[in-house]
């Protein structure tokens, strides 16, 4: 009875999830957490990290990022005006920012809040690797990816307490192997395959703004080669990664580079830097 009781009360939650469309793919989306409260809350972190670490300003470098960044966001808006979503961006306030450090990384938070590392400008090795960077991380946040992360997770805690209610009637090695066992599942299993396909989706996704935006897509499996002899083969197996690997990505990158030019010929794009 105790077990039934859980699963009605799990059911009655996911009754209820909202949902959102992703309008690069037309799929539901998770979105327990509306922009509404997610986005404050991002852009107020993100003037905390700019505030808390050495911004570049006024160097070609940070004119670079900014530029590229604003060709990017423009050319979402061209692709979401042209499929139907005209006003999907009135929430987002798009800010590209260099930051002094030499981590090899760039990120974007909720609502198109950007930062590039200086770490990562040798391996994008030009505007075009910056534009390959850029697209992807312009894609998370288009995709509300963030927003899927948060949903995700609670969704996770929930089913852990449920799991924990559900074993509770078990001795205490029971109980252990039990929790160990949903914990190992819901990371390996799920959680980490829900942020591999994110990553993936970034990637196609970009590598489709990148060629409206003007920039050569088949730049971007070159970077992840660059990526890939950077690292020096220090990688997680994928299916232990947040990340696909970088073969996975290459593979891809290059397959999807054609359909990302063809997109881009439906804008008037017909050459690329």
Same mark, same amino acid.
């Given at each position: 009875?105790?077990?039934?009781?859980?699963?009605?009360?799990?059911?009655?939650?996911?009754?209820?999830?909202?949902?959102?469309?992703?309008?690069?793919?037309?799929?539901?989306?998770?979105?327990?957490?509306?922009?509404?409260?997610?986005?404050?809350?991002?852009?107020?972190?993100?003037?905390?990290?700019?505030?808390?670490?050495?911004?570049?300003?006024?160097?070609?470098?940070?004119?670079?990022?900014?530029?590229?960044?604003?060709?990017?966001?423009?050319?979402?808006?061209?692709?979401?005006?042209?499929?139907?979503?005209?006003?999907?961006?009135?929430?987002?306030?798009?800010?590209?920012?260099?930051?002094?450090?030499?981590?090899?990384?760039?990120?974007?938070?909720?609502?198109?809040?950007?930062?590039?590392?200086?770490?990562?400008?040798?391996?994008?090795?030009?505007?075009?690797?910056?534009?390959?960077?850029?697209?992807?991380? /312009? &894609?998370?946040?288009? %995709?509300?990816? +963030? $927003?899927?992360?948060?949903?995700?997770?609670? !969704?996770?805690?929930?089913? #852990? /307490? &449920?799991?924990?209610? %559900?074993?509770? +009637? $078990?001795?205490?090695?029971?109980?252990?192997? !039990?929790?160990?066992?949903? #914990?190992?599942?819901?990371?390996?299993?799920?959680?980490?395959?829900?942020?591999?396909?994110?990553?993936?989706?970034?990637?196609?996704? #970009?590598?489709?703004?990148?060629?409206?935006?003007?920039?050569?897509?088949?730049?971007?499996?070159?970077?992840?080669?660059?990526?890939?002899?950077?690292?020096?083969?220090?990688?997680?197996?994928?299916?232990?990664?947040?990340?696909?690997?970088?073969?996975?990505?290459?593979?891809?990158?290059?397959?999807?580079?054609?359909?990302?030019?063809?997109?881009?010929?439906?804008?008037?794009?017909?050459?690329?830097?």
């Amino acid at each position: 009875m105790k077990n039934k009781k859980i699963v009605v009360a799990l059911g009655s939650v996911f009754l209820f999830l909202s949902c959102a469309t992703n309008p690069f793919t037309g799929k539901q989306t998770l979105a327990l957490v509306p922009n509404s409260q997610i986005l404050p809350m991002a852009f107020q972190q993100y003037d905390q990290f700019l505030g808390e670490n050495k911004v570049v300003k006024g160097t070609a470098d940070a004119q670079m990022i900014t530029r590229v960044g604003q060709k990017i966001s423009k050319a979402s808006e061209r692709w979401l005006n042209a499929n139907g979503y005209a006003g999907y961006l009135k929430d987002y306030k798009w800010e590209y920012n260099l930051v002094d450090d030499k981590t090899v990384n760039a990120w974007c938070m909720p609502g198109g809040k950007i930062v590039f590392y200086t770490g990562i400008l040798p391996i994008a090795d030009g505007e075009t690797g910056v534009a390959a960077i850029m697209g992807h991380e /312009v &894609a998370h946040a288009l %995709a509300n990816h +963030g $927003q899927q992360r948060m949903s995700a997770s609670q !969704i996770q805690q929930v089913a #852990g /307490v &449920a799991t924990t209610v %559900a074993a509770s +009637g $078990q001795n205490e090695q029971t109980q252990q192997i !039990i929790g160990t066992a949903f #914990g190992l599942g819901s990371q390996l299993g799920v959680m980490l395959p829900f942020s591999r396909s994110h990553e993936t989706e970034a990637d196609r996704i #970009g590598l489709q703004l990148m060629a409206i935006a003007g920039y050569n897509p088949d730049e971007a499996a070159e970077l992840w080669k660059r990526m890939k002899a950077n690292s020096g083969g220090q990688a997680p197996a994928e299916f232990m990664s947040t990340h696909p690997s970088n073969d996975t990505r290459i593979s891809n990158l290059t397959a999807w580079s054609p359909a990302a030019k063809a997109e881009a010929r439906k804008f008037g794009v017909t050459s690329f830097k």
